[in-house]
């Protein structure tokens, strides 16, 4: 069996939880749920970092020993990646005696070998940082990385001799191109050592600081938290520890991190295992940064997005879908709430919801809830098979690029496929022909069975709304323990069982925005209940003709907007109706309607309208005004 580790950066302890962490660990949840579906063996670790100078000035502050300002700000990941539903195989602390044994016994080893010396350092050094810089490194005076003051310190130390390996490191960046994903990241890196490579300051003394892991071989010194921290990814799959588990997970498959640790993870790390003669992960996976208003995140700037706020705004899975949807991995992407309710509403209700609602509803109405019997072979199901045979490739595909956005481009096209396959099949009018019932059947039973691979496509992103998609097609299945294999035979939902319709797995969002407001006036201005008296000679000029609707469907990005295709005879049109909240688009689909045929064509949303249905509301009801009886269509309304 295949087996992959993926690995989140362990987070500062210190820090609250922000969307960026959420996307990490989103991400690595996300890449790990599809390994386990596509059958391999998954180790997913996650955790929290917890030495250095801030914990300890902050646990001082609190008045509070560090240990116990560390138990308490610990929960404060373990119970979000809870409620994000994050499914990790262990979560490790710094502060655990299993990490503090490794890191003591590789330091000490390193020590013997020579691999680590002491010597004096002068240099400036960030506080908030807790790192050493050049003077060339400081830009204004200040921290390159944050910005703030540095100060300027004198004193022995310890140091690794990170210099003797920067030959072999660019060597093997440039003979494997998949260490550092994507290309970008490894050309900075690249960039980067073209410059000589200073050996690395492992220790701060106690007198400064206190709180970290002594150095074994002298006890007035504590590790420098760069060098503790990193080791965590080998500590956690029992490296000295336990030999077999260790053989077993080690290298890590991916080590999925922000652009921001980019140098530690690439450079620090993999000249510190080659030191200690052991493989290096074969990927970093530097991914780029949530952006609010073209600016990174930051406490300063008040521009901090709280992913639980929008996980109980809008529900656990949809947050999950947003992040791995938005972002494509490595580019930074823009974080809005108007952009996250219009791909909710565009493609989580409007997609997949409206296709899932109205293939359990129409099997309820038209089959009595029952599953049919068909042949899976039949030409009609055809398309479908082969766009779901064309997604599991994709998805496997994109799972081996660790680009799980594309998994979800697949899926959709997939998703987009079986709404096509609606629209041309047009079951609610099969439904109508008793000689048709075989058709009827066996179209309602492809749309059942999409929704069947969809729900394990998504599971990993969405595991909650799989489940409800899950129990609505009513199979019986054991959705968690389903393999992307069991999904190459078409035609796994079993005939007799019984679907159970229940409310919107995906209810839509009520968009506000400037957008809404332009559709509302433009709506206003297509309404028949015009307050203004008009004379006869007025009235006469308005034509007023019966059409039937041949197809409906939503308009993209809005939640009251449907567009009909209405015959007037020999005449097609297109219109466009802001009835979506009354009316469900296959409902439609068939009846005969009045509407005016000579009003000016409008563009609204994007969509030509040629004309304009008449329909009464009263509250929160609406009817359409349709004919008391059958009408050739294209008859006039005298």
């Not at 494997?176 to 073209?194: S, V, W, Y």
């Not at 510190?272 to 406490?299: C, F, N, R, Y």
């Amino acid at each position: 069996m295949s087996r992959f580790y993926i690995s989140t950066p362990i987070y500062y302890v210190n820090d609250e939880p922000h969307i960026g962490h959420a996307y990490t660990t989103i991400l690595a949840d996300v890449l790990s749920r599809f390994h386990r579906i596509a059958g391999h063996d998954v180790f997913f670790l996650t955790g929290t970092d917890e030495h250095g100078q801030k914990v300890e000035q902050a646990a001082r502050d609190r008045g509070i020993d560090p240990q116990t300002h560390c138990d308490e700000m610990v929960v404060r990941f373990q119970e979000l990646w809870e409620r994000l539903e994050i499914s990790y195989d262990d979560f490790i602390r710094t502060t655990e005696d299993r990490h503090k044994e490794v890191v003591c016994a590789i330091l000490q080893r390193l020590y013997d070998e020579g691999e680590i010396y002491a010597d004096d350092y002068e240099g400036w050094y960030c506080v908030p940082d807790e790192r050493f810089w050049t003077e060339k490194d400081l830009v204004d005076g200040n921290c390159p990385d944050c910005g703030r003051p540095v100060v300027q310190i004198s004193e022995k130390n310890y140091f690794f001799r990170m210099s003797a390996y920067q030959d072999w490191l660019i060597s093997h960046i440039e003979t494997h191109p998949q260490f550092i994903q994507p290309e970008t990241r490894r050309n900075e890196i690249l960039g980067f050592l073209k410059q000589p490579l200073n050996d690395l300051c492992i220790s701060r003394p106690k007198a400064r600081l206190a709180w970290g892991i002594p150095l074994p071989f002298d006890e007035e010194y504590v590790c420098y938290v760069w060098f503790d921290a990193l080791i965590n990814y080998i500590t956690a799959p029992g490296y000295l520890q336990d030999d077999a588990a260790f053989a077993r997970w080690w290298p890590a498959s991916c080590h999925l991190i922000g652009k921001d640790i980019l140098t530690t993870h690439c450079v620090y790390w993999p000249t510190m295992l080659k030191a200690m003669g052991v493989e290096i992960p074969e990927t970093v996976m530097g991914h780029g940064w949530w952006l609010v208003d073209e600016q990174k995140m930051s406490k300063s700037l008040g521009n901090v997005i709280r992913p639980l706020d929008l996980a109980e705004k809008y529900g656990v899975d949809a947050f999950r879908y947003f992040l791995v949807r938005e972002m494509v991995l490595g580019l930074d992407s823009s974080f809005s709430e108007e952009a996250f309710v219009r791909r909710y509403n565009a493609e989580l209700a409007n997609d997949l919801g409206n296709l899932l609602n109205r293939s359990v509803v129409m099997a309820d109405r038209y089959l009595e809830g029952v599953v049919p019997v068909v042949d899976v072979k039949h030409p009609a199901l055809r398309a479908l098979q082969e766009q779901t045979e064309k997604t599991l490739e994709g998805t496997l595909d994109a799972l081996n690029g660790l680009n799980p956005n594309r998994v979800l481009d697949v899926t959709w096209q997939l998703v987009r496929e079986a709404n096509r396959f609606a629209e041309v099949q047009a079951p609610w009018n099969l439904a109508k022909e008793t000689e048709k019932r075989s058709e009827l059947e066996v179209t309602i039973y492809g749309l059942l069975e999409t929704c069947r691979h969809l729900a394990v496509l998504i599971f990993p992103v969405m595991p909650g709304k799989a489940r409800e998609i899950w129990k609505q097609i009513g199979s019986e299945e054991n959705l968690e323990t389903l393999h992307l294999d069991d999904l190459k035979a078409w035609g796994g939902l079993r005939p007799g069982t019984q679907v159970v319709p229940g409310g919107p797995v995906f209810p839509r969002i009520e968009e506000v925005d400037l957008e809404d407001k332009q559709e509302e006036a433009e709506e206003k201005d297509m309404s028949d209940e015009k307050q203004d008296v008009v004379s006869f000679q007025e009235f006469q000029k308005l034509k007023l003709r019966v059409a039937r609707i041949q197809a409906a469907e939503r308009v993209e990005g809005t939640d009251r907007l449907l567009k009909l295709q209405i015959s007037l005879g020999e005449e097609k049109r297109q219109i466009v109706a802001g009835i979506a909240q009354y009316y469900e688009p296959e409902t439609l689909v068939g009846k005969q309607i009045v509407v005016v045929a000579n009003l000016e064509p409008a563009t609204i949303r994007g969509v030509e309208s040629q004309g304009m249905l008449l329909a009464a509301s009263e509250g929160d009801s609406l009817a359409l005004l349709q004919p008391e009886s059958e009408i050739p269509d294209g008859a006039e309304v005298r």
